[in-house]
């Protein structure tokens, strides 16, 4: 018989038990529609064992993940290729996680993952509104012809909840249309002066929360297919993160981590320290009850 100890591939300090966890993480290895860099189906696979790295506490949000239940379900399993089969079985998973009164914390991959779980969210809550992070507004109709891709995703999460329930932070590139759509419907924060109306528009509705990776400035994190000049810091983005501390966050997902770009692996861990801070922001002690089995949490990298 083999004794062990063995490292866990999941993420660290996950519930053990599906029952016991509030939210649930899922792996979403797609880059089916990636138009610039691919590589983002393998961000899952890099992200786990880099949280293996991290302090469990956020001195910056003087909270710990020790207060937070989550289990981790792993990585789903795709039929590659088959854009359309892979968004409904994200579709009927994030509906699984919500029937099972769990919140879905998605890892992807590419941004259209987000679409088929808004999709189910929507069912549950009709209200919903959604906060987006990100370089690019995603807002096109179409691109290269194509309605599905992650250049239109947040154009159809509008189509589903409207306008006036979408918030979008640290977009920085696209093309003029892009921004004069956003501007038209007030959907972008572009200074933390205008962060009470972001949260008018948020208050009183469940929240789900979109992060692209690449809202980050490249010196930050440079492992994403699109990287863009003039992002944030990692300081400045949880800064922001904790302007909307309190809302009601119904799930959360981190997308278009492509590690293989950057070879030192600091993308990586920045990324995972990322999903801590969205598991601390979103969750609140009235919600989560932390496991009692669950996994030994890591040491951290000074122990």
Not at 103 to 119: A, C, D, N, S
Not at 179 to 195: N, V
Not at 270 to 295: G, I
Request: proline share 7%; glycine share 10%.
């Amino acid at each position: 018989m083999l004794r062990g100890p063995f490292l866990s591939r999941n993420w660290m300090g996950a519930c053990e038990d599906f029952e016991q966890a509030d939210w649930v993480i899922v792996g979403l290895p797609f880059d089916g529609t990636t138009s610039n860099r691919p590589g983002a189906r393998f961000g899952p696979e890099a992200i786990r064992p880099a949280s293996w790295g991290l302090e469990t506490y956020s001195p910056l949000q003087n909270a710990d993940l020790s207060t937070v239940s989550y289990y981790d379900a792993g990585e789903l399993e795709f039929p590659l290729g088959n854009r359309d089969a892979i968004l409904a079985l994200i579709n009927q998973n994030a509906r699984d996680v919500l029937a099972a009164g769990k919140r879905w914390l998605g890892l992807g991959g590419e941004h259209l993952v987000t679409l088929p779980v808004i999709q189910a969210y929507v069912e549950k809550y009709p209200d919903l509104a959604v906060l987006h992070f990100d370089a690019h507004a995603d807002l096109r109709d179409d691109y290269l012809g194509e309605k599905l891709s992650h250049a239109t995703v947040l154009r159809r999460v509008t189509d589903l909840i409207g306008p006036e329930r979408l918030v979008q932070i640290g977009i920085r590139s696209g093309p003029q249309e892009e921004f004069a759509w956003m501007r038209e419907h007030g959907t972008l924060l572009e200074d933390p002066s205008e962060i009470p109306r972001g949260l008018n528009r948020l208050a009183g509705r469940p929240v789900f929360l979109t992060v692209d990776l690449d809202v980050l400035d490249p010196s930050i994190l440079s492992g994403t297919g699109t990287p863009e000049p003039g992002g944030m810091t990692f300081s400045t983005f949880v800064e922001w993160l904790q302007a909307f501390k309190g809302l009601n966050f119904v799930g959360a997902d981190v997308v278009e981590l492509a590690p293989h770009y950057d070879p030192t692996g600091v993308s990586t861990a920045v990324a995972a320290k990322v999903v801590r801070e969205v598991l601390l922001l979103a969750s609140s002690p009235s919600k989560s009850v932390t496991c009692a089995n669950a996994e030994s949490a890591s040491v951290g990298s000074h122990a």
